[in-house]
């Protein structure tokens, strides 16, 4: 057995443990990084990037079939042609996977170690069978696997995961997808407007992650209007019948129906990669998942030298959060045991479907049930969204009666990554909803709606203040 001895040993070279290496190495920290999979990270290989990739060709091949309102018309027929759609998605695919690689390169052979790592104890690491690591601290940046429920796997190859419909050669003729979580609405609506016959059926009445009734339910009634979605209903039995899965299900209405598809697409959610870490052998305290405790403003385990960053740690499983958790983590694992608390950037996440799925700031479900008003938008009316034909969905902003400031929204809508974006910098800045209001708005944009839902919301503080000084007025007369 190979032994080795370094500052900080990093388990994981996706996102989260590549952004954690560079922030140890910046501190003039000897560093180790131990990677089981294949590099290239999740999101380059099988996640963000080939997801949008799909969905591009997605949105090409429904801005051609649905251009006749306009009086644009196809004479002749639309053809998609799925090797040509797959292939793209790959090559570009591994165009992204490729600047990962480079980067990968980069980093010394001394650096980088290969095998799956496991706890000896909380300072000492073994990978596979050939290498025994001690570190003066740790970090897991081991990321998330899709969780497929154990009732499906008796299904085969037939039942399949994101990962997999990013290595098909061609499209199939049917799906039925489980899940309309974010994965199971991008990747459903995706294969359903590139012509695979597609059933989504999700046993709760989520969709995308959307926490606001409102807003979930105007996008609920967009998807329904163009995709077999079906909510709060239950699988009753799937069955292998040659190379289909027979799927039958039970819809809200009580309805019994049964599909045959050619792949089962299971997007019930991620799971934590911690189980094959071993990390009974080390002081964290585990709960009933095996998961750690951990402090998530350091990301430190317990009082150990060990940090958790990235899909891992549950928090908010998204790109841009991992590559800043892997950083926190970096940092603090070099300087441990001198540890600072992280600073976060306003929370924010994009759902890229059609209408588009967005919340920044404070989630509805997050908010104080006394002193918040709503102002909203419905955009069936907003001009800019009826020009381009895609006035659908609805736009809620939250606003603190207390101090008139800006907690956050959710949103459906057109553009919505964008609108997103510059409501999530408000909140970071901590912006008065008066404030936002200040800002220039052009003519004629989907910002304007945005100023619809601003100045609603304007209106409801400026009505619950007054509310509170008649309270006040009566408060003083019957003293
Ligand atoms: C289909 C899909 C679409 C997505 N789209 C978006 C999007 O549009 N925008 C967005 O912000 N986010 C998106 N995400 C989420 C984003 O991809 C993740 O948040 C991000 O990739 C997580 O990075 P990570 O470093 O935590 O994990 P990963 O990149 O998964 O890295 C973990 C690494 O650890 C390795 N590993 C695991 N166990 C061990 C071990 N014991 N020893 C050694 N190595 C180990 C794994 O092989 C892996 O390489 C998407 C995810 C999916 C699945
Ligand atoms: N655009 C993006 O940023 C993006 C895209 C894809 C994924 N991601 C990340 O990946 C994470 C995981 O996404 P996900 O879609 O796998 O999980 P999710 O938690 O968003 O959705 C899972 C869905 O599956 C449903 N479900 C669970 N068990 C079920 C069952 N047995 N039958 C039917 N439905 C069932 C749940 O009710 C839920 O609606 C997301 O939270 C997100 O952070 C982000």
């Known amino acids: 057995m190979k032994v080795l001895n370094t500052d900080v040993a990093i388990i994981g070279a996706g996102t989260a443990g590549l952004s954690a290496y560079r922030a140890v190495k910046a501190a003039g920290k000897r560093a180790i990084l131990i990677e089981g999979g294949p590099y290239g990270t999740t999101c380059a290989r ?13 949105e090409a091949a429904h801005t051609a079939a649905s251009a006749a309102p306009f009086g644009v018309h196809i004479d002749g027929s639309l053809r998609i042609d799925g090797k ?3 292939d793209r998605v790959k090559r570009e695919r591994d165009r992204f996977v490729g600047f990962v690689l480079e980067s990968v390169e980069g980093i010394p052979a001394s650096d980088k170690i290969r095998g799956y790592a496991r706890f000896l104890s909380d300072t000492v690491l073994q990978v596979d069978d050939h290498t025994e690591i001690t570190a003066g601290s740790i970090v897991i940046a081991t990321g998330s696997s899709p969780f497929i429920p154990e009732s499906y796997r008796a299904l085969g190859d037939r039942v399949v995961v994101n990962d997999d419909v990013f290595y098909w050669d061609d499209l199939p003729d049917s799906v039925m997808v489980l899940g309309s979580g974010v994965i199971g609405l991008e990747l459903g609506q995706a294969l359903a407007r590139l012509g695979v016959n597609t059933t989504i059926v999700n046993r709760s009445g989520g969709a995308g992650g959307l926490t606001d009734p409102e807003v979930r339910a105007s ?5 329904q209007a163009e995709l077999a979605l079906h909510l709060n209903a239950s699988i009753k039995s799937t069955r292998r019948d040659g190379d289909q899965v027979v799927v039958s299900y039970q819809s809200e209405d009580g309805a019994e129906h049964t599909v045959s598809v050619d792949y089962l697409l299971v997007a019930t959610g991620r799971t934590p990669n911690v189980k094959e870490l071993d990390l009974h052998n080390t002081s964290a305290v585990l709960n009933d998942k095996g998961m750690p405790v ?7 385990v317990g009082r150990s030298p060990i940090f958790i960053a990235g899909d891992v740690n549950g928090v ?4 841009h959060e ?9 940092e603090n694992a ?12 306003a929370p924010m996440a994009v759902v890229f479907s059609d209408p588009q799925l967005a919340q920044a700031g404070m989630r509805f479900k997050d908010l104080p049930s006394q002193g918040v008003v709503i102002g909203e938008v419905d955009f069936s009316n907003q001009g800019r969204s009826r020009v381009m034909l895609k006035n659908r969905g609805k736009l809620r902003v939250y606003g603190c009666v207390r101090d008139g400031r800006f907690l956050g929204a959710e949103m459906a809508g057109p553009a919505m990554e964008h609108i997103a974006h510059l409501l999530a910098w408000a909140v970071q800045k901590e912006l008065s909803v008066a404030e936002m209001l200040k800002m220039p708005f052009y003519h004629p944009v989907v910002e304007e709606g945005l100023r619809t839902a601003l100045r609603d919301c ?9 509310e509170h000084v008649c309270e006040g007025d009566q408060a003083v007369n019957s003293a």
Not at 46 to 58: E, F
Not at 294 to 300: N, W
Not at 334 to 345: D, F, N, S, T, V
Request: glycine share 4%.
């Open 322 to 330: 991992a590559a800043d958790d892997g950083q926190f983590a970096g």
């Open 458 to 466: 304007a209106k409801k503080l400026a009505a619950a203040e007054l």
């Open 219 to 223: 996008a609920v009634k967009a998807f």
């Open 316 to 319: 908010l499983p998204l790109l």
């Open 294 to 300: 951990y402090d998530s403003a350091t990301l430190q």
């Open 84 to 86: 040509q759609v797959m």
């Open 46 to 58: 099988v996640g963000c990037m080939p997801s949008k990739l799909l969905i591009a060709a997605a």
């Open 334 to 345: 070099a300087a441990y045991p001198e540890i600072e608390p992280a600073q976060r950037r």
